[in-house]
């Protein structure tokens, strides 16, 4: 309840804040517009946003929901394989210097129009900070559950599965939160190369047609989507740490 | 058979942790070894243990019957390291689900009571005291049932009566068993020990434990002059 309040306080002193400033600096409306102009753009296009906001949410949530898998895997697959690790962790370093955005392009030749470069840059973008956090979680896991479970004779993916898999969920909820941020930047990305639905699409739209309310508008639900997202991610990373006794 | 006899040196990274060290542990029995810290007590454990990956051993550690000791061997330490997210049931039966054998709910029950845990069977480790905890150890380790129990320093963060206690309740339930326990508390070796070492910089000195069986009263005067005995040599070892 005060999470909400304090949310509510700085919403309402941004929205203030700003208007203000559209009124002292009399900027025109088609550079600066208003709250009061964005919000009746919002109400106004609600059901062209929202049919928009539908497909990046897709597009979101399934990049998310495969980055977090693949991610989740390969830091498993690290985890278990010294050898694995020395082939792929410079690979993955290497990779991280790749601006994926320059990929955007390159992924709408080959893919198309439709949804899936987007799920895939989502993806990309997510890939590395899950594996990373989940794989540092793996490591962490005490030694002194891992000296026991060897002289209990445990079996390698028994040992994964009971022991270091449960010992590195922490770290894996911190990379699902930040996954949870990057996620939509990836998808707004891909829409901006090449779309014919999805906010970014919009923003690209209205911005050509001078319409910068209904582009603030645009952007605006993609902030809510995306804070609404790292809340709820958030949320079940909690009631997960609190059923594990992690915070114990 | 389960008695051993270690013998040898170790190195680290070529820096010597003991050297010229033979460690008798008697079948059956309580040795207890004794030693400042770092003076490579826990490497002679983790050899027991068949942990020492990153140690240099030359040497060797014979089994009187000739066996080798992997699976035979259970480790008891001073973390309990018990599963936040198992109950108790749960972490007694954590060596039968890692070697994926039939989890025996009853015997574990069973030995849940019998280390004075009844009421705490389906609690996790955060709703136990420090004390409760290292009975759920214990009794993990009775589950384990293997002939040759490795503790290290499994007492030395609980308060003087719980490990009183502890003591009691180790030696009942490990009776026969071959019992290798590292310590720092002279006290409890005074206690527990069929056979005594102190291990120093230049090799094992043995120690006269008390006549009496174990485990032994704490006011026994044999306990405390032995307990003094071990004291002295501890101090002048470093």
Partial sequence: MIRLMRFAAVSASLILLWHLLVVMTGLPPFILPGPMRVAAALTGN????????????????????LGSLLGA?????????????T??????????????????PLLTLWLGYGLWPKVIMALLIIYFPVT??????????????LDLARVMNGQPWRIMAHIRIPAGLPGLASGLKLA???????????????????LGYLML????????????????????????LHASVDRLCRVLARRMQFDA | MTGLHLEGNATIDGTAVFDGVSLPVENGRWTCLL????????????????????????????VDDGNRLEERVTLMAQQDSLLPWLNTVDNVLLGARLRGQRLDRVRASRLIDQVGLGEHQHKKPHALSGGQRQRVALARTLMEDRPV?????????????????MQELAAEHLAGRTVLLVTHDPGEAARLGDSIHVMTGTGLISVEPPSSPVIRAYDDPEVLACQGRLLRLLREAS
């Fill in chain 1, 205 to 228: 739209l209205a911005n050509g047609r001078a319409k910068t309310d209904l582009m603030f508008a645009a952007l605006i639900v993609i902030v809510i989507i995306t804070l609404s």
């Fill in chain 1, 73 to 85: 895997m390969t830091a498993i697959g690290l985890a278990i394989s010294p050898m694995a690790r």
């Fill in chain 1, 46 to 65: 609600i059901e062209l946003i929202g049919h928009h906001a539908l497909v990046t949410i897709a597009e979101v949530l399934l990049g998310l929901g």
């Fill in chain 1, 87 to 104: 082939l792929l962790r410079p690979m993955m370093v290497i990779s991280q210097a790749l601006p994926v955005f320059a990929l955007a």
């Fill in chain 2, 35 to 62: 030693g400042r810290s770092g003076v490579g007590k826990s490497t002679i454990m983790r050899l027991v243990a068949g942990l020492a990956d990153h140690v240099r051993f030359t040497g060797r550690i014979d």
């Fill in chain 2, 149 to 165: 129990v490795l503790l290290d320093e499994p007492f030395s963060a609980l308060d003087a009566r719980v490990r009183a206690e």
């Fill in chain 1, 180 to 198: 949870a941020v990057y996620a939509p930047i990836g998808a707004i990305i891909g829409e901006w190369v090449g779309a014919s639905q999805g």
């Fill in chain 1, 132 to 145: 990373s956090a989940f794989f540092d979680g793996l490591m962490a896991t005490p030694r002194g559950m």
